[in-house]
């Protein structure tokens, strides 16, 4: 056997489905989303680069600016400040500062602006860290399937 291949039985579990054959088509085909362009799913890039610039907001900005709360000291304040912000910016304009500056919004299914309860559940499990984390292969991690939206570009 070559080296370079692997074994038949590993080929799936080691390479994805895709080195199985299988072709999923591109992320949000399945939510009739563009593949590119306008309402496209957004990357993971801008999504976690939307995601340290609204943390670094919250933290100094917020936190140490205009609070004057030590984050080192109080850990649990730059949390529930983004928490704040999700709420308020992504219930009320559909994005928060990060996500604008990288051209992407938070969209229910049917394109439009999330509803507010769905807002409070996907910041909550945000805040969790973990379900970010954990994605399908429409690049919609568990906080944005429990709310039934999907981080889209503009």
């Known amino acids: 056997m070559n080296s370079r291949q692997q074994p038949r039985w590993t080929q799936t579990w080691l390479g994805g489905v895709r ?3 299988v072709d999923l088509g ?3 085909e399945q939510l009739g989303l563009p593949a ?3 309402g496209a799913v957004a990357g993971f ?3 976690i680069g939307a995601l340290v610039i609204d943390w670094l907001i ?3 900005a ?3 600016g205009l609070l004057r709360i030590d984050p080192v ?3 649990w304040v730059p949390v529930a400040v983004l928490a704040v912000e999700y709420v308020l910016l992504v219930g009320t304009m559909g994005m928060t500062f990060g996500m604008r500056l990288l051209n992407i919004r938070v969209a229910a299914l049917d394109g439009g602006r999330p509803r507010f309860l769905s ?3 996907r910041t909550v499990l945000l805040c969790l860290a973990v379900p970010p984390l954990i994605w399908d292969r429409d690049q919609r991690g568990l906080h944005d399937r429990a709310a039934n939206t999907v981080v889209v570009r503009m």
């Open 26 to 28: 591109y992320p949000g």
């Open 119 to 121: 807002v409070l559940v």
């Open 58 to 60: 919250c933290t100094w």
């Open 62 to 64: 917020i936190t140490q």
């Open 19 to 21: 080195s199985a054959g």
């Open 73 to 75: 000291q109080q850990s």
């Open 36 to 38: 590119e362009g306008s």
């Open 45 to 47: 890039g801008r999504r």
